[in-house]
């Protein structure tokens, strides 16, 4: 059973930076995306960023060139730099694996506020 674990939100300031972490365990299969993807309240859930198995990266408009998707392979984990977060940042991030079916994490809570 793959299970995803997020890491790494919590309270910052107007131009901070944060970096989530998504853990996952279990089997993985290539190909892959992983993605994260954020909720505020009120909103629909978003794409943010993937990263496919082979590499590839596509962002949102409203985050390009202030985050940034990686992942390490080796310990099945993504990443999301975030640079310079707004207040409009604010949302629960989460993370989504795509397999055969998709996996989702828990969300980890991301408040951009001075």
């Known amino acids: 059973q793959v299970q995803l674990v997020e890491s790494g939100g919590g309270l910052v300031q107007p131009g901070g930076s944060l970096r989530l972490s998504c853990a996952a365990s279990?089997?993985?299969?290539?190909?892959?995306?992983m993605a994260w993807y954020r909720q505020a309240p009120g909103n629909q859930r978003e794409l943010v960023a993937y990263?496919?198995?082979?590499?590839?990266?596509n962002y949102a408009d409203s985050v390009k060139g202030r985050f940034t998707i990686s992942a390490d392979n080796a310990k099945n984990t993504v990443y999301l730099q975030m640079n310079s977060l707004k207040p409009e940042d604010t949302a629960v991030y989460y993370c989504?694996?795509?397999?055969?079916?998709?996996?989702w994490g828990q969300g980890t809570q991301v408040t951009v506020s001075s």
């Open positions: 989504k694996l795509s397999m055969i079916r998709n996996y």
């Open positions: 279990g089997t993985i299969f290539r190909p892959y995306t």
């Open positions: 990263i496919t198995s082979g590499g590839s990266t």
